[in-house]
């Protein structure tokens, strides 16, 4: 069965406020994107990467690519207005009927190689895996009144990606007009019905967002030397 990659970024990184896109900032010796490629080169040498990027800068990327001799192989798709529709710019460079697709922020360069391969597993087996994590801290639900009430965080996780799926699953899934509840892959599956299934993920597959996740990933690669 065939593998592929959607590698999501597309994005602006408006909440970095950065002037160099932060899926294209360097932490360690590589830029944030070059990570997160190679994790899945890694998981599957054989997997298709198709790379979704802003229009506007397919053209650093290759400059980047020949600068650091960035030699994992992956197709490059312009992204779209919101993620949604990056992911579906992404699904529309697949030409088979058949496979699985994980789809997997660039923006999360530590994803580990064993939930790479644990998410294709589940997936082969049950037409979707959806990385989560449970709460380290305690929550609380609040009201527009400004009064707030305590939850049971047992009853939560944190929705990481990869989110793998079989191929017709998430064709049909993205058939749906965007909705701004789709944050993520899981939701638009759920929404066109499918049953999701969970799988574990790691407190070390953050998200570059803010400014200080890059202090996090520069201290997390050190301690990995
Ligand atoms: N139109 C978009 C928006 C987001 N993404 C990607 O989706 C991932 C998760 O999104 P997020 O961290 O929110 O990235 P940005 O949208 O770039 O950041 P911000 O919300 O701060 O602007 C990122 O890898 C981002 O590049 C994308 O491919 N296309
Ligand atoms: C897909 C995601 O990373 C799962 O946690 C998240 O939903 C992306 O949200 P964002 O608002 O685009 O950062």
Redesign the pocket.
Known sequence: MSLYAII?????????QSEVP??FIPVGRLPVLMHTLTRFYQAFPSIQIIL?LPEKDISTWNTLCKQYTFTVPHLQVP?????F??VKNGLQAITATDGLVAIH???RPFVPVATIKHSFDVAREKGCAITVIPLKDSIRKVSVDGTSQTVDRTHFRLVQTPQTFQLPVIRQSFLQAVHTHFTDDASVAEAAGFQLSLIDGSYENI?I?TPEDLLWAEAFLKKKA
Do not use: I, L, W, Y
């Open positions: 999501v970024a597309g994005g602006t990184g408006s909440r970095m932060k899926q979704v992204g779209g207005e919101t993620r529709h990056s922020d660039g923006v998200k967002t």
